[in-house]
């Protein structure tokens, strides 16, 4: 009876040593997973992108398995293309690169699979180089690691479709690692993990929608000041038209009898009176009418032109009006290859011409301001280049340069309405102007106008 009891003695010590055995490695299991579970909240930030989310992911990975170094893959959706990237020390050594994704016959395959791969996607995979390359990057420390987003493929621990998934690719260092990874306490990490990624996807969307919805609002923004402006100028259009018809006489007496006291008046200073007063009264009345014609352009006149001729009155009209100001013009022009005939309005874009011309004469007061005359290469437009060797553009100039109203002169030297003007005649004439500066050896402004060489009537009233 002593010996049968010392034997069930030494039996049930025998089962208590096991089961306390038993109790030490689970201990040890669950110890390392929450060591991992630190490491992953200590590496980890809210806003994260989904690329941090993954080093962290290594970075927790790496308290179990014992190496800092790994390769994950992963997809966002079940529809969306596969990418790779690789970890080192906590550190990004490859960035996000977009791989082919497996073909399989048997079912759809997704990177958290390739841990419990059977015979047959074993087969499909091996055709793979870039995974191939990618295992034997791992192999080179140790033997590959995979962790992967399902466990056994099991429905209850499986994610869906619209779910990111992912295989982590590890060299093993420590022991007991694929047993702490089969444990239920283990899910946890995994389902850590699944959180924070589709977090950071979710923040991800969520960023590139305020960002459209930025660039959107920025754009209305844009739209609605066009439209308020177009509106503007429809208003100063009608206010123009209802001043230029109320005041037109008023002027037009003004302007002669100042001219007939300039014939009367005998001294110096009382001539210069009588010719402050005409020029007031013109500049008056050129104000209105420029006013009338941005806000109701005129319909041109359509006819074949010399381009040529064209730019050679446009500078007749800004030599004289800078003359008339007291400014000495002295503008070259140049021809670059052959110039064919244009249909435009001979007048109108003329004037157009000019009011840059005068611009650049004002710049550089005694200056040789360049006018180049090309075609633009095989586009069927006409090039007009206008630089001069001043200071050139500011960028609040570039910006409001077309705004009525808006000059860097000091008051009274120019209504600011030249550019603006000009550019309504380009633009009736299916043109663009833009403003620059000279990127040469030289500096200076530069303003380049292009026109459509085969404007028609028809194209026009189109």
């Not at 089962?15 to 109790?23: A, H, I, M, S, V």
């Not at 990057?137 to 399902?150: D, F, Q, R, T, Y």
Request: proline share 4%; net charge negative; hydrophobic share 40%.
């Amino acid at each position: 009876m002593l010996i049968e009891s010392l034997t069930a003695a030494n039996g049930r010590l025998a089962q208590l040593n096991t089961d306390l055995r038993k109790r030490v490695v689970e201990g040890d299991s669950v110890k390392r997973i929450v060591q991992s579970i630190e490491a992953f909240h200590e590496q980890s930030q809210a806003g994260d992108s989904f690329e941090q989310v993954l080093c962290a992911m290594v970075h927790s990975a790496s308290i179990l398995v014992g190496s800092a170094r790994g390769a994950v893959i992963y997809q966002h959706r079940e529809d969306q293309p596969w990418f790779t990237m690789m970890i080192d020390q906590g550190k990004i050594v490859q960035h996000s690169v977009r791989v082919q994704s497996p073909e399989s016959e048997h079912e759809t395959v997704r990177p958290g699979m390739l841990a419990n791969a059977n015979a047959a996607q074993s087969m499909e995979l091996a055709s793979l180089d870039w995974l191939r390359e990618l295992f034997m990057s791992v192999k080179e420390i140790g033997a590959p690691m995979l962790i992967g987003a399902m466990y056994n493929n099991e429905p209850s621990t499986s994610i869906g479709s619209d779910e990111p998934s992912y295989l982590i690719i590890m060299p093993k260092t420590g022991s007991g690692i694929e047993r702490v990874v089969t444990t239920e306490s283990f899910t946890i990490v995994r389902d850590l993990w699944q959180q924070a990624m589709a977090q950071a996807i979710a923040a991800e969307k969520g960023r590139r929608v305020g960002e459209e919805l930025a660039a959107a609002n920025h754009a209305m923004t844009a739209l609605r000041h066009e439209l308020t402006t177009k509106e503007s100028l429809v208003q100063l259009g009608k206010m123009a038209a209802g001043a230029a018809h109320e005041m037109n006489n008023p002027l037009a007496i003004i302007r002669g009898r100042s001219q007939q006291l300039f014939e009367r008046l005998g001294t110096k200073r009382e001539q210069d009176s009588a010719r402050a007063i005409a020029a007031a009264s013109d500049q008056l009345s050129d104000l209105i009418t420029s006013l009338h014609m941005i806000a109701d352009p005129p319909k041109p006149s359509l006819a074949l032109a010399d381009p040529v001729l064209m730019v050679r009155q446009a500078i007749e009209i800004a030599r004289d009006r800078c003359h008339y100001q007291g400014l000495k013009a002295k503008i070259q022009l140049k021809i670059n290859g052959t110039v064919s005939p244009i249909m435009v309005d001979l007048d109108l874009i003329s004037k157009a011409i000019a009011e840059p011309l005068i611009n650049a004469v004002q710049a550089c007061p005694g200056a040789i301001i360049s006018v180049c005359i090309e075609p633009n290469g095989s586009n069927g437009r006409l090039k007009v280049q206008i630089t001069d060797s001043g200071s050139g553009f500011t960028s609040e100039t570039i910006k409001h340069a077309f705004d009525p109203f808006y000059s860097e002169l000091e008051a009274g030297r120019r209504s600011g309405l030249g550019l603006a003007r000009a550019r309504g005649i380009i633009e009736l004439h299916k043109g663009e102007i833009f403003l620059g500066n000279n990127t040469g050896s030289k500096p200076g402004a530069e303003v380049v106008i292009l026109l459509n060489k085969e404007l028609t009537p028809a194209l026009f009233a189109a």
